[in-house]
């Protein structure tokens, strides 16, 4: 694993001085930075270390003007140089920086006092004892201090051996992660190669990456496949860990890839406009201005490599202090950006200039009555350091979650007080309101329900209730129209299974009342449902005339979801059909999916290929594009 090393510091301190002198490598890449002497975009360089491995190092600028491209590569580092000049001393840029490193909880460090040749031995004692002053507070008090200088190269050795026990102790604090574990690479530059395409430049997190491997661009969901990976100029075939990568990518033009952009693996990293998160005040007295914020202040966040314009939000709960002096709050972002709960930012308030940091609690919040519903109870227990608690309180918040935005897995669905349902979990109160609404619908105000008022049994229609109940669900948890039907459908298979509920066709009745379908229109149904459970079925038309099932036989298998109409001459049994499109889904997974290839995998023929691909784009579960077809939004429901 490859550690990435952020220098830091005020301008003309010597950083980028230091790490040529360090390394053998001109971080200042742009014809005017070199020009005029300073940094101004952010650059790279990398030191190979007496035991054979590496440290990558991002050069940033010291200018005030240019915080933001700052914070372009602190936003992806794991532990700091901080330069400060002997001759000068801790200056205006160290010290942002230094609050800026302490927003993003850099606790591994090193401090290079920089141009001793330029000063006496006391000037040396005296800023020495002025920086562990400035750092006192902050998340890198007590970090180490190294005198050098780049024009000399006194020091440089040392400052060697402290930069390998730098690389140590951050690999003590985050030791790599599981080749298995999902990646994610946070752009910060893009070109093109002459004949090879796009590409990008980025710090990689998470676990193996490997040559081909494909990769989802958040925001634009876009599938891309790594053509080619370069380390330190040298293609590989595979990077673990971490470190500085070059990637070559296919299918893309540079056009639609740009710095704060992510490529991942991670499902949980999605391109969102809310987020809500537990910011903690800047270093140094209680008392700073622009500390708290309140609702409506405007601010600039910088997360990964991203920077965007936020404000804080002016509902009664978007704005909720914590005993220990934190705040959780809600953000409105001037544009969706690739954000994942725990993810670490700075906010720069644009009044005060002031930085505090900030981590991401939940990155999709509830919008609408879900919204509305929340307590601050509910958002100091997202801030809590326990993940069952926090578990709860993000259940509370939506009513229905996915079970990959827990903060710990696999927790179990009743510690939090959840019931699994259709691959969700939904809230027990929701549970059994659902249940209650559903008894009741059936009983009807007379005990007749509404289909037994019509005079066609005693009971009320499947595809009725379903509507009826899935509205009801989206009144009560932040779900979307697809998932509130499945969990729904499973919900009254459930209470079907249990014997609260029995089903005649396509109505739902109490027990032991009958239904007025006669039985040979209940066993003609039968023989269609199991016709029509093949990858092939046979013309829908064909097949009620085989099973000798009358109009409104077919009308109650359509209403009860039992069989699924694709065309006017094609359905299938309800199982089939999920089962074609859980391949469907499957094999879109890695890339995007041709129909010849789901056409081979299910030994079927186009008819039936083009007509099931049509429709799982319409129900959002696959996305047609150029290439093929990719995982849709709703590709849970399969």
Known sequence: MTVVVGTAGHIDHGKTALLRALTGIDADRLPEERRR?????VGYAHLRLPDGSDLDFVDVPGHDRLVGNMLVGAGEIQ??????????GPRAQTI??????DALLIRDGIVALTKIDLVDPA??????????TVLAGTTLEGTPIVPVSSVEGSGLAELTTELLQLRDRVLGHAPPAPAGDPVRLAIDRTFVIKGRGAVVTGSLRGGRLERGALLRLVPGERVVRARELQVHGATVEAVVGGGRVALNLAGIDTAELGRGAVLTTDPRLQASPVI????????????????????????RLHLGTEQVEAAVGRGRTDLVPLPDGRVVARLRLARPIAVAAGDRFVLRRTASGRASGGTVLDSDPPIGPARRRADPTQLAGLASSDPIEQARALLGLHGVLDPIRLPADPLDAGTIGAVRLARQLVARPIVAKLESEALAAVAGPTGTGSAGAAGLASGISRAELRTKLSRSLGRTGAVDRGSAGAIVDELLNGLVAAGSLA??????HEPGRASVLPEGVLAAMDR????????????????VRAANCPPEGLRALESSGRIVRLENELAYAQAAYWELARTAVRLAGPGPLAPAAFRDATGTSRKYVMAILEDLDRRGILRRTPQGHVVGPRAALA
Request: proline share 12%; hydrophobic share 50%; no cysteine.
């Open 123 to 132: 000037r040396v004692v005296e800023a020495t004892e002025l920086i562990r």
């Open 528 to 543: 269609l449902e199991r016709s029509l459970a093949s990858a092939t079925p046979p013309a829908l038309s064909i097949a």
């Open 503 to 508: 089903r005649a066709g396509d109505l739902l």
């Open 37 to 41: 002497g300073m940094t101004i975009d």
């Open 79 to 88: 532990a700091a140089l901080l330069v400060v000049a002997a001759d000068d």
């Open 96 to 101: 942002e920086h230094l609050e800026l490193l």
């Open 276 to 299: 809500i998160a537990v910011l903690r005040p800047p270093p140094g007295p209680v008392a700073v201005r622009g500390w708290p914020p309140t609702p409506g202040a405007a601010a």
